[in-house]
């Protein structure tokens, strides 16, 4: 473990300085070439200001600065939004082995704020393997129940809710840069986690 640590460490750096010689343009370009669920974007990400577990207000304006991995689900998802959470973890665990920790952050919105309490809301990240030093779980709260789902319209992905109560939706992970500039979506759950450790790294590197 030790040892991949280390080379993910030496990986970064060498990318980093990849990144300062060459435009983050050239490098999503070489994403998008080896990474077949990777969708570029490059438009202003739509903005939100929503509440953590604990009621403590966030909105995008308050992330700017750091690179933010979004995505949307649901605690009471029986299927995807489990594996999903897993996906983002395998991430995050790459991130924070790398001084890249302070610098990201991993958002989940829940689209059922009605069920997702707080209680429900503070214990579905240790479930799943998210470090709590960045990863936030959002909800709108349960007196407005249709916000987050109208907030996922906006990002592109629809949640409909079928006679049983499940939400039928599709699987993607959104990347927004330090300037609130929603860069990238990765669709599904199939994606190589270093290709997107390395876009990650790229957007925390990239100043312009």
Known sequence: MLLAVA????????????????SLEELEGAL??????LEIVNRPAPVFALEDARGRALSLADLRGTVVVLYFIYASCPD????????VAAVQ?????TPMR????????????????PEVMEGYGPAHGLDP???TFLTSGGGRTDETRALAERF???FTTEKRGYQVHGVVTHLIDKSGTLRARYHGLRFNPVNMVVHINALVNDDH
């Open 80 to 87: 995807v939004c489990p594996l999903h959470s897993e996906a």
């Open 102 to 117: 302070d610098l990201v952050r991993f958002v989940a919105v829940t689209t059922d704020p009605e069920h997702d309490t």
């Open 93 to 97: 665990a790459r991130v924070n082995a």
């Open 156 to 158: 592109g992905l629809k």
């Open 32 to 37: 998008g070439a080896r990474e077949r669920y």
């Open 7 to 22: 080379w993910l460490v030496v990986a970064l750096a060498a990318l980093a300085s990849s990144a300062r010689a060459h």
């Open 133 to 135: 030093a960045n990863w």
